[in-house]
Every structure is written in C-alpha cells, then in structure tokens.
C-alpha cells in the first residue's frame, strides 16, 4: 500500500441544494450534521441502585454552513426572497466533495426551514475574509 494513500473521507467544500428549485453553491464550513436520542429519567421507588434511563424521540441538531462571501450569496437572497409569501418546510442535498470535485458522501435532510443567515462582521481596522453563515433547522434524514 502507497504512503500517499488519500483519506476518502477528507473534504474541501460541501455543495447545498434546496429541493431543485435553489442551488445554493458551495460551502467551505459545515457543522451539526448529527442527532441524539432524548433520554427520560424515571426514578423507581424502592430502588436506589440506578435511575431507569428511558428513550424517547430523536432530537436533530441545526445545520450551520459557512463561507466567504462570493457571487452565490446572491442565491441565498433570492431563495429568502421567495420565503416572504410563508414559509414552507422543504429538503435540502448536501453534499461533501473532494479537491477533485468528487463526491464523498451526502446527506439528504427532510423537513428544512432556514433559521437564519448571518453577513459578515466588517471593520477596516482588521482585514479579515468577509464570511457568511446559513443555519437550517431540519426534522431528520431521508434514506439514500
């Protein structure tokens, strides 16, 4: 095996797709892909042993993507613009992909609601890369 065996699993941008209708372009930050199992305490009397831990549901965290600011911020505008009429839950592709361009997994989230975008922080006292941050709220992943 060659030492210079690349890690699959290394990725330098995840691409963002709104149902069909919003290609959101790539990001270069991706965080809260995940979930958790909500657990119940019951204590039962009598038994001083152990506290009974109980399952319940499955709680999703939200979904933060961030870049710098560049031509496809635009497209986040427009798909809060047709967000005015009401908003409706929908589903998100996301995508990791290699410095080649090829994918290495993807996650398919049901239920999205954007909850907030965030613009960058400019001062001209420090010269730092404008980014943005787009957070979505979801209710779970679709198969496949």
Not at 100 to 119: A, F
Not at 125 to 135: C, G, P, R
Request: charged residues 20%; hydrophobic residues 40%; aromatic residues 6%.
């Amino acid at each position: 095996m060659s030492e210079t065996t690349l890690d699959p699993a290394v990725s330098v941008c995840f691409k963002v797709k709104i149902d069909d209708d919003h290609d959101l372009g790539a990001f270069t930050g991706c965080d809260g892909l995940g979930c958790e199992v909500v657990m119940e305490q019951r204590e039962e009397g009598g038994n001083n042993a152990f506290v009974h831990q109980l399952p319940s549901r499955i709680k999703y965290s939200n979904v933060k993507l961030t870049r710098a600011v560049n031509a496809d911020t635009q497209k986040i505008a427009a798909w809060f613009a047709s967000l005015a009429s009401g908003v409706t839950r929908t589903t998100a592709h996301i995508v990791a992909m290699t410095v080649e361009g090829k994918e290495v997994w993807h996650w398919n989230l049901q239920g999205v609601v954007p909850v907030r975008w965030q613009g960058p922080s400019m001062s001209v006292d420090s010269a730092k890369v404008a980014t943005e941050t787009l957070e979505l709220a979801h209710h779970g992943f679709l198969p496949g």
